[in-house]
């Protein structure tokens, strides 16, 4: 009856072993060349900044901003180590308000053209996006930068999907640090990832990732860029997202998540001190 037993366990331990080794997936980017898919992305943004201090600019605003845009990407080409993508804004819309000033934006044009490895990290762009906010009123052109909603900053909030190097199973975590030139931060970000699960997701085979980041900083010098540090800001950047990713024809079906910012800048002389809060909430989906 012992052996019995122990021959039932071992059956049983190397059945479970055998279907978690199944359920492992190789995650790459190796689309058709030709392949083409149009996304819907919708965001919505707040900010809040004030500054504070013994200065007659002493002042507080808050942005809003919602933003409707689809955008269709190509695969133009391939080799061994990576792809070729072309991707086209189509139609972007966006309703601000900052302040008093409420108006409605034509967000512009897009396309741009990138060398995209298997991993899914660009390693060559070419940008070109325009737009013509000369008659809008500043605040609005200024709550549509600071929420990340013009030129090519809106793909950011959208693209936030890196891929393993090998294959992973459920519960599998891997991480990527973009240069800190290609963010724009005064510091390293890394963008950590997990395999929540292999799933269907509108008729497809996905694997839904958790992606997400948390860079606290403190006492950093401000301004930057060899100019001379007149004061420091502390603060943290994050972001989470739930990303479901057709493995087999290398897709994104539906991205969620937001992404935000708490900034304080204290500068000493005139004593000012200025905080910001932002975040905006993102929504990608494949229709066609």
Not at 30 to 48: D, E, H, I
Not at 151 to 161: H, I, K, N, Q, R
Not at 243 to 256: A, G, R, S
């Amino acid at each position: 009856m012992i052996r019995l037993r122990l021959c039932l366990c071992l059956a049983g331990l190397w059945l479970a072993g055998g279907c978690a080794q199944a359920q492992a997936v190789v995650l790459e980017y190796k689309p058709k060349v030709g392949q083409t898919a149009t996304y819907k992305a919708m965001f919505a943004g707040r900010m809040q900044r004030a500054i504070e201090g013994d200065v007659p600019f002493a002042t507080s605003e808050r942005y809003e901003a919602t933003a409707t845009l689809t955008y269709t990407s190509e695969v133009l080409s391939q080799t061994d180590d990576a792809t070729i993508v072309e991707i086209r804004m189509r139609e972007g819309k966006a309703d601000v308000k900052a302040g008093d000033v409420a108006d409605a934006v034509d967000l512009g044009t897009l396309e741009a053209k990138a060398t995209v490895d298997r991993r899914r990290v660009a390693t060559d762009v070419d940008l070109n996006a325009k737009s013509d906010f000369g008659e809008l009123h500043p605040d609005v052109t200024e709550a549509l930068g600071s929420l990340d909603l013009v030129g090519d900053a809106w793909l950011g909030l959208v693209d936030v999907l890196y891929l393993p190097e090998g294959d992973v199973a459920p519960g599998a975590t891997w991480s990527h640090e973009p240069l800190e030139e290609e963010e724009d931060l005064p510091f390293a970000l890394e963008i950590n990832h997990r395999l929540l699960e292999l799933t269907t997701y509108a008729g497809r085979k996905c694997a839904k990732i958790g992606v997400s980041w948390r860079a606290p900083f403190t006492d950093t010098p401000f301004p930057e860029a060899g100019e001379a540090a007149e004061g420091s800001a502390s603060g943290v950047f994050s972001g989470e997202y739930v990303v479901y990713y057709d493995y087999e024809n290398c897709l994104e079906v539906y991205v969620e998540g937001s992404v935000g910012a708490s900034i304080s800048v204290a500068v000493p002389e005139p004593a000012v001190t200025v905080t910001q809060n932002h975040q905006t909430n993102v929504k990608s989906k494949l229709v066609e």
